[in-house]
């Protein structure tokens, strides 16, 4: 089986995301052909899974080479995250604030 | 004057809405980002502008971030297009710094929002935004 078959036999049918929550449960998946609501939200309709794992790098590796099929994708966690928001504080010199504010 | 109206969702109170990054050679990734006014600069994940095709070589300059016991460092990107809010801003300047939590990619700071008159209503979950004549 060559890299395309193991992607194609990787890669779902268009699922709802409870459907998706339920199947990769806790893990991170990589998303392609997502549909969302109008206005942009950030909620999911539905999606085609072609990658799964219990990091970010396992889901997305199935496609990482692949830019040409895969041009547009989505990596989401499906649980609830166990790791809080580090909200950076930045230190910024002129040259920064000369970035900020172009 | 143009408005432009989008959805979020409130994560744990949090103002979360959609994004999207074009990195290198066009490929685009969805993303998640908190709109925080309470920041200077939009700030990506280093995980997020990896699989767009970008690493801290890429970066032109060093980013310090101040902890509670020390400096660490992030670094400063041009993206080639950041699109969110429904404004489409090319060669965008970021900061890339790891943020921890799992379903978050990135921050929309000042640094792009200062750029048009905004109004956030929680209630109705909208964000309204107003693009500013030249």
Same mark, same amino acid.
Request: proline share 6%; glycine share 6%.
């Given at each position: ?102 | ?17 959609? $994004?999207?990054?074009?990195? *290198? ?5 969805? &993303? +998640? =980002?908190? %709109?925080?006014?309470? /920041? ?27 902890? $509670?016991?020390?400096?660490? *460092? ?5 993206? &080639? +297009? =950041?699109? %969110?809010?429904?404004? /489409? ?41 107003? =693009?500013?004549?030249?």
């Amino acid at each position: 089986m060559d890299a395309a078959e193991q992607i194609a036999s990787l890669e779902t049918e268009p699922l709802p995301w409870a459907e998706i929550c339920a199947r990769y449960p806790d893990q991170y998946v990589c998303l392609v052909d997502v549909m969302h609501p109008p206005l942009r939200s950030p909620e999911i309709i539905t999606a085609r899974v072609v990658g799964h794992g219990a990091t970010d790098d396992e889901a997305f590796e199935p496609i990482r080479d692949r830019a040409a099929q895969y041009p547009r994708f989505a990596v989401r966690f499906t649980g609830e995250s166990t790791i809080p928001l580090l909200r950076p504080s930045f230190v910024f010199d002129e040259e920064d604030l000369k970035l900020l504010h172009s | 004057m143009k408005k432009i109206s989008s959805s979020f969702i409130r994560s744990r109170e949090l103002i979360l809405v959609e $994004a999207e990054v074009i990195g *290198r050679d066009g490929r685009t990734t969805e &993303a +998640q =980002l908190i %709109v925080d006014t309470g /920041a200077a600069a939009t700030t990506l994940t280093p995980k997020l502008v990896k699989r767009i095709g970008y690493s801290r070589k890429d970066g032109y300059k060093d980013a310090k971030v101040q902890t $509670a016991i020390s400096e660490e *460092r992030g670094y400063w990107l041009h993206v &080639a +297009q =950041l699109d %969110v809010l429904g404004i /489409a801003t090319p060669n965008f300047a970021v900061t890339v710094f790891p943020l921890g939590h799992q379903n978050l990619d990135g921050l929309v700071g000042m640094n792009f929002l200062r750029h048009f008159n905004f109004e956030i209503r929680p209630a109705e979950q909208l964000i309204h935004v107003e =693009l500013i004549e030249p």
